[in-house]
């Protein structure tokens, strides 16, 4: 008598730790359950392949249990027990339908009629007839919240348990089995419930994230449209400033020198001269004021639209040109085309004006998601930069396209600029050009 006393309390005391494991494993199975607890995945919406798996396996497991429990049930009760498998299978399946997925319901009407299916089908003798609540207790598991597990496992884990205790007489290890099959076959169910859970919630988010970037992809658009409506009207301001004034005051000059040719030929020569001068002086900057207004260049390719700037100087100005523009694989906006090319021309200047210059090499790469910029020469350099409007220029370009601007020179050692601008959400970083 001792002895099976001993054996009872060892028993109980399996069965309490393996309940006391299938707590721990959900505990952790659900760490990030209560993130997803607002989500209500079960709303009225299209199956997915989850949808899909579950309902076959349900499908399956109903199946082989139900062919199994009838080939062993007496034959007077066969249709007694055919009929009560196909209401325990069906009725719940109609709160599982696609556009039509009620959790809570469903989970209440799979666990009294498969429960009571099983324990019907025990209480006639039929042994393997606990099975058939396996899979019912896996797709409830699936379904079920944190908050839905307060009932189920009681209700699946331990009520089922002990109505089998009532009706039938077995050893104590038959109903631990049970009790251990039925909470893995739970933890199992929830476990991949919440990793669809994490799934859905990981597509939402990247629906959401990509739906931003076509938004924030418009808004790069409207500010470019902007950008360059200011450009033109800017450009368009500073012709009528400057070069309609340059040519008024050609003319006023043209008609004093010729009033002057009558009475001192040399003075008016000499006057002739220096209009000549400044007419070239203000044509140079009439070109240059058309060509920045010539916003359809920025069509062209950026390689393209560097190359002909480059070549075009050097052709103007008898300038060795280096061009090395490796491939990019996508164009940039046309604000980091502009930026660039106004970089180019200023840095080409400079380089012939105030350096000297016979060589000067340009380079075009892309790294990663950044574009590299770098523009050397051979002129005299200089020790000390001071900072004036065409460099200051530069660099607010560069940066206000989140960029980074640098100028090296020395003396005797010509000058070296380079431009990083970075696309998308990549950070830059000098050392990478």
């Known amino acids: ?135 019912p207790m896996f797709v409830i598991g699936c379904l079920s919240t944190m908050r839905t597990l307060y009932w189920v496992v009681p209700a699946g884990l331990l009520a089922f348990p002990l109505l089998l205790m009532g009706i039938g007489d077995r050893e104590m290890d038959f109903y631990l089995s049970i009790v251990a099959n039925l909470a893995l076959f739970t933890a199992f169910g929830f476990g991949f419930g919440v990793f669809v859970r994490q799934k859905q919630e990981q597509a939402n988010m990247l629906r959401l994230i990509e739906q931003k970037n076509a938004e924030l992809e418009r808004t790069i658009r409207q500010v470019e449209r902007v950008t360059l409506l200011e450009e033109r009207s800017r450009m368009s301001r500073e012709l009528h400033d400057t070069v309609g004034h340059s040519l008024t005051a050609s003319i006023v000059a043209m008609e004093a020198v010729r009033t002057l040719m009558k009475r001192d030929p040399q003075s008016a020569e000499q006057r002739l001269n220096e209009l000549i001068r400044f007419s070239r002086e203000n044509l140079d900057r009439f070109r240059r004021t058309v060509h920045e207004m010539a916003m359809n260049e920025l069509k062209l390719p950026i390689g393209e639209l560097l190359r002909q700037a480059a070549e075009g100087f050097g052709a103007q100005t008898g300038t060795k040109m280096i061009i090395e523009i490796d491939p990019i694989p996508a164009d940039p906006p046309e604000a980091v085309k502009l930026a660039l090319l106004r970089c180019l021309q200023e840095a080409l200047t400079n380089a012939k004006k105030h350096g000297g210059s016979t060589e000067i090499q340009i380079r075009l790469r892309m790294t990663g998601h950044t574009y590299c910029f770098d523009v050397r020469d051979n002129g005299s350099g200089f020790e000390s930069m001071e900072s004036g409007f065409g460099i200051s220029g530069m660099k607010e370009r560069i940066e206000s396209l989140r960029g980074s601007f640098r100028i090296e020179s020395a003396i005797g050692e010509g000058t070296a600029i380079t431009c990083i601008i970075p696309m998308g959400v990549n950070e830059w970083n000098l050392s990478n050009c």
């Not at 079960?42 to 009838?70: A, E, N, Q, Y």
């Not at 696609?98 to 009629?113: D, W």
Request: with cysteine.
């Open 1 to 135: 008598m001792i002895c099976v006393h001993k054996e009872i309390t060892l028993r109980s005391f399996e069965m309490l730790h393996m309940i006391g494991l299938f707590v721990q494993l959900t505990k952790t199975v659900s760490h990030n359950e209560r993130r997803f607890e607002p989500l209500d995945i079960h709303v009225k919406r299209v199956w997915d392949w989850s949808d899909w798996f579950v309902v076959s396996i349900r499908l399956i497991g109903f199946t082989l249990s139900v062919s199994s429990i009838l080939w062993n049930t007496p034959e007077d009760k066969l249709g007694m027990v055919t009929a009560f498998a196909i209401v325990a299978y069906a009725a719940p399946q109609f709160l599982y339908l696609p556009g039509r997925i009620r959790p809570r319901s469903f989970i209440t009407l799979e666990i009294v009629l498969s429960a009571s299916f099983a324990l019907y089908t025990f209480a006639l003798g039929t042994e393997n007839a606990v099975g058939y609540f396996y899979i």
